[in-house]
């Protein structure tokens, strides 16, 4: 009979815990966005100083749509590569393979996703130089 009342505070305690970092989170993600904002505006405010508004704008959209379209696509071949080792892992399942092989199947599996991941940065730059160059490339053209 009182396990049942240490059960339910202890649960308590951890929703409220949960809570509280989900909250904490929140906080930090808003502050990252507006920071994010501000260095945008900068951004815009100093490539429209040196090439002009048109030019500018083109360059700063040009940027996210090509920074966007990066993200997903990595997100894409990051989620579809893992579902097709799932079905490996219930493969092993059903042939009740032993314990090392399946735990060397799961490594592969995280080795798998960690390294489709680890090239998201490189292609986000690289679509974000792509857009500046573009931009600069419009306001030579003028010139």
């Not at 305690?13 to 505006?41: E, M």
């Not at 960690?114 to 600069?136: D, M």
């Amino acid at each position: 009979m009182v396990a049942l009342p240490r059960a339910a505070g202890a649960a308590k305690r951890s929703i409220r815990r949960a809570s509280t970092t989900i909250g904490v989170y929140a906080a930090a993600g808003a502050l990252l966005l507006a920071g994010c904002g501000f260095l945008l505006a900068a951004l815009v405010i100093y490539l429209t100083a040196e090439y002009g508004a048109l030019t500018a704008t083109l360059m700063i959209g040009g940027g996210l749509i090509a920074l966007g379209l990066a993200v997903i696509a990595v997100l894409k071949i990051a989620h579809a590569r893992p579902r097709r080792f799932h079905a490996v892992a219930h493969a092993e399942a059903a042939f009740a393979l032993p314990p090392e092989a399946a735990s060397e199947a799961d490594l592969f599996e995280a080795r798998l996703a960690e390294a489709s991941t680890k090239y998201a940065v490189p292609l986000a730059l690289g679509a974000l130089a792509i857009g500046v160059v573009t931009g600069f490339l419009r306001g030579k053209s003028k010139g």
